[in-house]
């Protein structure tokens, strides 16, 4: 498609419980990324992706966050056993393969996670 | 704690009036680049600017990166209402990194 899709708008979960979203990326691109944002605007980057393969996985939780992209199915970010730092919005991007230099990220609408 | 500093972090103009936001870095910027978000929504893509010295315009909004690639500024020209929302400039944190860093946001409120 022509626009990140982030599903759902918006998950709500009890703490402890497993939450799962999804990201279907522009189509072309060869980069997805999965960014947090929370209290003031403050974006945290997760993780990303090139093709299928983690490209950097730097700013994600060890223990309870995990994300794949693999072909022919949307890219998903799943937190087992969430708790309550875990509310915010999560944002995910695509950007397109350039062997120069880097290409603007174009971000969906976000995932609005509340843990209760 | 945010690497870029944006200023002002909020901002109330009349519509029809000039405004200018800044985002400052105390490294040097591999590449720089401006979003508009609005409540409830994703972030939209404005500009990328890579190189000294440049400047980029689209329709009423301009931005530049200085010679030193360390600051940018984002000009809106004869504001109006669509413009409102909130302003972010993001960065490379390293060539070919592929991840952002982004300032603290810019929230512009236009007046009628």
């Known amino acids: 498609g022509e626009e990140v899709a982030q599903t759902p708008k918006h998950l709500v979960r009890g703490e402890g419980q497993k939450a799962k979203l999804y990201c279907a990326p522009i189509?072309?691109?060869?980069?997805v990324f999965w960014y947090q944002q929370v209290l003031k605007n403050e974006f945290k980057f997760l993780i990303s992706?090139?093709?299928?393969?983690?490209?950097?996985e730097t700013g994600m939780p060890k223990e309870r966050f995990s994300a794949k992209c693999l072909p022919n199915s949307p890219c998903s970010l799943e937190i087992q056993a969430t708790k309550l730092e875990d509310s915010a919005v999560y944002f995910c991007?695509?950007?397109?393969?350039?062997?120069?230099?880097?290409?603007?990220?174009?971000f969906g609408d976000g995932t609005r996670l509340s843990i209760l | 704690s945010q690497e870029l500093e944006q200023s002002p972090q909020s901002l109330i103009v009349q519509e029809g009036k000039n405004l200018t936001i800044n985002c400052t870095s105390s490294?040097?910027?591999?590449?720089l680049y401006w979003y508009k978000q609005k409540y409830g929504e994703g972030l939209i893509f404005l500009m990328m600017?890579?190189?000294?010295?440049e400047e980029k315009s689209h329709e009423k909004i301009t931005a530049k990166l200085d010679e030193k690639k360390q600051q940018s500024s984002l000009h809106i020209t004869a504001s109006q209402p669509s413009h409102a929302g909130i302003y972010l400039c993001?960065?490379?944190?390293?060539?070919?990194?592929?991840?952002?860093?982004f300032g603290q946001g810019t929230r512009l409120t236009i007046n009628p």
């Open positions: 991007a695509s950007s397109q393969f350039d062997a120069v230099s880097n290409q603007p990220q174009h």
């Open positions: 189509k072309g691109h060869s980069y």
């Open positions: 992706f090139q093709n299928e393969n983690v490209f950097d």
């Open positions: 490294k040097t910027l591999y590449g």
């Open positions: 600017l890579q190189k000294g010295g």
């Open positions: 993001g960065a490379d944190k390293a060539p070919g990194a592929q991840k952002l860093v």
